[in-house]
């Protein structure tokens, strides 16, 4: 366990530069530390609970109150204005580039792009699976590192994409199962957007997909090799990408793809 004198420090700084950490001390301080919000006045037990729970995701993240003192242009602030207590465009850690957390935006955090890592943050503070699904993968493929700012923006990306993959193939095997037709949603929510200036809307008939819901080995087997080029190869993936956008109308569900779609593509990258 860190020293007082340091536990003190981190909460302190935590407050200084992030106005949700600050928001949640305060609210953990009122609902279990009889009110006293001055870490000097805790023990190292109670200090690195809280660290421990706040960065673990154990603890629901409170937004900051945009009346309360210290996020307008005070010293210590954001420097926004006093009734939003943060710049156009949401708070500093929910942006990317160099800006990252840090009194005033100019001190960026180590690693991966500081949104990303933010993003990672958010997820594992509101969700057990989020933080789950996180961990694993970084076991599986980043080296036990759970850091999500010490892993650069590619790894990150491909965390994101892989779990929006995993719940999108869920959702569309529950989906069919209930009998919810997908392509007739989506063809009505196509038809209700405005037509592209200079030609017509939509595809052509003959790019038009036929979706397919089966789940017989043999196509199962050729969702898996898409899937498995997707996660290991990034030129694979952009490739995927391209084709379900340019022939499959935006379709880069591999489950939802007949078999004759999935091959076509598969031999196109040499792996048929």
Request: proline residues 6%; charged residues 20%; glycine residues 18%.
């Amino acid at each position: 366990m860190a020293d007082r004198a340091s536990l003190v420090e981190q909460v302190k700084g935590m407050q200084r530069s992030d106005p949700y950490g600050r928001q949640t001390w305060q609210d953990y301080c009122e609902a279990h530390l009889g009110g006293i919000k001055d870490p000097n006045r805790h023990d190292e037990g109670t200090l690195s609970t809280f660290l421990g729970l706040y960065n673990s995701g154990g603890l629901p993240v409170s937004a900051p109150r945009p009346q309360e003192k210290g996020y307008g242009g005070g010293k210590g602030g954001w420097g926004g204005p006093p009734s939003m207590g943060w710049e156009k465009g949401g708070p500093p850690s929910w942006r990317g580039g160099g800006g990252g957390m840090g009194m005033g935006g100019g001190m960026g955090m180590m690693g991966g792009a500081p949104g990303l890592g933010d993003f990672v943050k958010t997820g594992q503070r509101q969700s057990k699976h989020w933080t789950n699904a996180w961990q694993t993968y970084c076991a599986l493929y980043g080296g036990g590192v759970n850091d999500p700012f010490k892993h650069d923006e590619s790894f990150t990306k491909g965390f994101i994409d892989y779990v929006g993959e995993i719940a999108a193939n869920g959702l569309s095997a529950l989906a069919s199962s209930q009998g919810i037709n997908l392509d007739e949603i989506q063809a009505q929510s196509t038809a209700k957007r405005p037509m592209a200036l200079g030609g017509g809307g939509g595809y052509p008939p003959a790019k038009q997909p036929r979706m397919d819901y089966s789940t017989d080995s043999e196509k199962m087997g050729l969702v898996d090799k898409v899937k498995h080029l997707q996660r290991t190869n990034m030129s694979a993936k952009e490739a995927w990408w391209s084709y379900c956008d340019n022939q499959c109308n935006g379709m880069r569900d591999p489950m939802r793809h007949d078999a004759a779609s999935l091959e076509a593509w598969l031999a196109s990258q040499g792996a048929a």
